[in-house]
């Protein structure tokens, strides 16, 4: 088998949870650095590709692929084992919802934050903020009832997990989480950052 090439630029939480999942099904890959401070992802060599000019992609043997979503389900479907989707047709939709809204619906606030953190100390609108962080502590309600006393989003670790346990770190940065009224979310968290394919990207 070919090695898998990941196009990769080290913080880029797209490229993390794909990562996650190759460490996940233990897949041998190399990486190769696109610096995206340097602008490396908009030469034109880069564009052939990926025409968004983002990372990452990969390139599988014949395969070339970009987005990290569509990546890790690819990588599901061509590696199948260990499983990261449920058997269930319901339950692969719900993965799939799920990934969704944390990605989609929770964006909003979560780039409110991360612009005004971009900011000089200085410059920080706090009431911004604090309105932003508020607006994620109530959409994350959802994956607290979801999660009930589950170990994993899906109940077992599946590509939910994968997928949004980069955004979750970085919201701890942000001083979203821990939060006293989302225990499971800090649990889940918590377990997460205990899996080797997770401690590997922190």
Not at 23 to 38: S, W
Not at 98 to 117: C, F, S, V, W
């Given at each position: 088998?070919?090695?898998?090439?990941?196009?990769?630029?080290?913080?880029?939480?797209?490229?993390?949870?794909?990562?996650?999942?190759?460490?996940?099904?233990?897949?041998?890959?190399?990486?190769?650095?696109?610096?995206?401070?340097?602008?490396?992802?908009?030469?034109?060599?880069?564009?052939?590709?990926?025409?968004?000019?983002?990372v990452p992609v990969i390139i599988d043997g014949a395969?070339?692929?970009?987005?990290?979503?569509?990546?890790?389900?690819?990588?599901?479907?061509?590696?199948?084992?260990?499983?990261?989707?449920?058997?269930?047709?319901?339950?692969?939709?719900?993965?799939?919802?799920?990934?969704?809204?944390?990605?989609?619906?929770?964006?909003?606030?979560?780039?409110?934050?991360?612009?005004?953190?971009?900011?000089?100390?200085?410059?920080?609108?706090?009431?911004?903020?604090?309105?932003?962080?508020?607006?994620?502590?109530?959409?994350?309600?959802?994956?607290?009832?979801?999660?009930?006393?589950?170990?994993?989003?899906?109940?077992?670790?599946?590509?939910?997990?994968?997928?949004?346990?980069?955004?979750?770190?970085?919201?701890?940065?942000?001083?979203?989480?821990?939060?006293?009224?989302?225990?499971?979310?800090?649990?889940?968290?918590?377990?997460?950052?205990?899996?080797?394919?997770?401690?590997?990207?922190?």
């Amino acid at each position: 088998m070919a090695t898998i090439k990941l196009y990769d630029f080290l913080s880029s939480p797209n490229c993390q949870r794909v990562k996650v999942v190759l460490a996940e099904k233990k897949l041998p890959y190399e990486t190769v650095p696109i610096d995206l401070k340097k602008g490396e992802q908009k030469k034109p060599e880069y564009l052939k590709l990926n025409p968004y000019g983002k990372v990452p992609v990969i390139i599988d043997g014949a395969t070339v692929l970009y987005e990290s979503l569509i990546i890790n389900e690819y990588l599901e479907e061509k590696y199948p084992e260990p499983p990261l989707m449920p058997k269930d047709h319901g339950k692969k939709a719900k993965v799939r919802i799920l990934i969704d809204y944390g990605m989609n619906h929770l964006d909003a606030p979560y780039q409110t934050i991360r612009k005004e953190m971009m900011k000089d100390e200085k410059e920080r609108d706090q009431t911004v903020i604090d309105k932003a962080r508020q607006e994620l502590k109530n959409l994350l309600g959802r994956f607290e009832r979801e999660l009930g006393d589950q170990p994993y989003l899906a109940g077992d670790f599946s590509l939910a997990d994968a997928a949004l346990i980069p955004r979750f770190t970085r919201l701890e940065g942000m001083g979203v989480l821990p939060d006293p009224s989302l225990p499971s979310v800090g649990a889940w968290v918590k377990r997460m950052k205990d899996r080797p394919s997770v401690r590997a990207i922190l």
